[in-house]
């Protein structure tokens, strides 16, 4: 695909997009297409056509009428894409983009691209979660062939604005040191002075005053629970660490008391360890999440590991997964993907010192910080391994002892997985199924893999029982469900 660049805006036109092979011998194809914007699709823009090629348009509204700036495109693509920057026939749900940077249409107007990250801030609360719901029932019927009614849930206390609830935040590096973010599909910088989309805590450091030169990425975790920050810093490709700790130690010294500060050097190749060099505080944060159920755990997270990214997100999904696998004392219950032990925890509560709760999580830092987060429950064992080769061992040797990855003699009464975005895939759905759970109890955070999964779980003869999609990436177009399967 080739990317276009907008001559009608000088500096846009300076901005090579990420992926860009030039315009040179493309003369025929348009720069600003006049286009009326059809379906919102998966990925966050809406599906539009020009000359009976589909355009897939972002910052549009279904129904509107835009001026689209062509930002990919090539003669012999199946799609192009395009971004509003001028709106000809508004949406009555149309409002002014919350945050100013993302928004296209002034971003554009300014000769600048938009941040990405935010293309649903342009749209009024109600009516994004209207048109995740479409997205999700359209996908799963277009991938799985299955008709799902869902409703789309948002978290309590969420701002109409869609903003303040990310705790976990990574910026990009400019070659001068200041914080940035990269616009949509592209290498191009943003110098960014704020993070609306972060949670009050994080704009309070002050991050975008200090001098980052040398670094190429920041990520910053902010605790729901009001814990100090933590920073990492990763240095960029041939940067001198002998000067760029020094240097972070005294810039950071900046930030308010008790805020941690990590530099994590990459390994040489992609699966070595990063180095961890602590310039203060400490390498890890602590979450407090309490349940519906009236239990409360604390948990702490190394360095990067996963979390949930919105404040609310880990008690809201404890409560939706307690529900649908609704753990009895005695039960066997798997925990795939499992992380830190977030759901693990609640579920060893609601089986019991007789039942069992098998943690299972791939990255060996999440899985030490499992190991901590559930010391002391005796009725919890975590296993650190990648999903479908744990599931495949407990196919195979069900009566070793769980320590020797087999399932001690017992059988599995419920499944939660809660995969990445990919999705488990065909070989750990298939295992899953083999088990012969009564319930399983799906997490996801992309309908297209969820869709392709429902769809062989339903060939194997599950159902889904109950699907509820959760609004816990407000203005963006991610969203977040939990469905109970059970045996058709
Ligand atoms: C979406 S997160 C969910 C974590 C946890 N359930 C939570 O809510 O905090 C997915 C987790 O799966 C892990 N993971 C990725 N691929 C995996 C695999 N093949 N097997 C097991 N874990 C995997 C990731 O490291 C990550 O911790």
């Not at 760029?244 to 990590?262: A, C, E, F, N, Y």
């Not at 599995?412 to 995969?419: E, F, G, K, Q, S």
């Amino acid at each position: 695909m080739t990317t276009i660049r907008d001559t009608s805006n000088v500096d846009v036109a300076r901005q090579p997009v990420h992926g860009a092979s030039g315009t040179a011998g493309l003369p025929e194809i348009p720069q600003i297409l006049e286009l009326e914007a059809g379906p919102m699709a998966h990925g966050g823009h809406c599906v539009a056509r020009h000359e009976g090629r589909v355009v897939f348009v972002r910052h549009a509204i279904p129904g509107e009428v835009v001026r689209a700036v062509v930002t990919e495109a090539g003669e012999g693509a199946r799609f192009w894409r395009a971004d509003a920057v001028e709106v000809l026939h508004g949406s009555e749900f149309r409002r002014t983009h919350q945050w100013k940077l993302a928004d296209s249409l002034r971003a554009h107007a300014a000769g600048r691209l938009p941040v990405g990250g935010a293309e649903y801030g342009h749209i009024v609360l109600p009516h994004q979660r209207r048109l995740k719901a479409q997205v999700f029932r359209d996908t799963v019927a277009r991938i799985a062939g299955l008709q799902l009614e869902v409703h789309v849930t948002g978290a309590p206390g969420d701002d109409p604005s869609g903003l303040h609830w990310r705790t976990r935040n990574a910026f990009a590096v400019t070659p001068t040191g200041r914080l940035a973010m990269h616009a949509h599909r592209s290498t191009v910088l943003v110098p960014v002075r704020n993070m609306p989309l972060g949670v009050p805590g994080l704009d309070a450091l002050k991050l975008w005053e200090l001098d980052f030169t040398g670094l190429s990425r920041v990520d910053v975790a902010t605790p729901a629970s009001g814990e100090p920050a933590l920073v990492l810093l990763t240095p960029a490709d041939g940067a001198d660490l002998s000067q760029l700790g020094g240097r972070m130690h005294r810039q950071t010294s900046r930030l308010p008391d008790g805020t941690s500060v990590s530099l994590i050097v990459p390994g040489e190749n992609p699966n070595d360890r990063p180095e961890v060099h602590r310039l203060r505080g400490r390498t890890w944060t602590q979450e407090t999440v309490a349940g519906a159920r009236g239990s409360e755990h604390a948990f702490r997270i190394t360095g990067d590991g996963f979390w949930q990214v919105h404040r609310s997100a880990p008690s809201m999904l404890v409560d939706a997964v307690l529900a649908a696998a609704d753990p009895q004392p005695g039960q066997v219950i798997a925990d795939l993907y499992a992380g830190a032990g977030l759901f693990s925890a609640f579920l060893a509560d609601g089986v019991g010192t007789e039942g069992l709760v098998l943690s299972v999580e791939a990255a060996p830092g999440a899985s030490r910080d499992a190991r901590r987060n559930l010391h002391g429950v005796t009725q919890a064992a975590v296993l650190n391994g990648m999903a479908d080769r744990v599931l495949s061992g407990w196919l195979s040797k069900p009566d070793e002892p769980v320590a020797d990855c087999g399932l001690g003699g017992r059988s599995i009464d419920t499944v939660v997985l809660d995969p990445p975005r990919a999705g488990a895939g065909k070989a750990a759905v298939e295992r899953i199924h083999r088990l012969d759970p009564e319930r399983i109890v799906y997490v996801s955070c992309d309908p297209a893999s969820f869709a392709r999964d429902l769809g062989l779980l339903s060939q194997a003869g599950w159902a889904a029982a109950k699907v509820d999609v959760y609004d816990l990436y407000p203005d963006t177009h991610h969203m977040e469900s939990v469905a109970l399967l059970t045996k058709s």
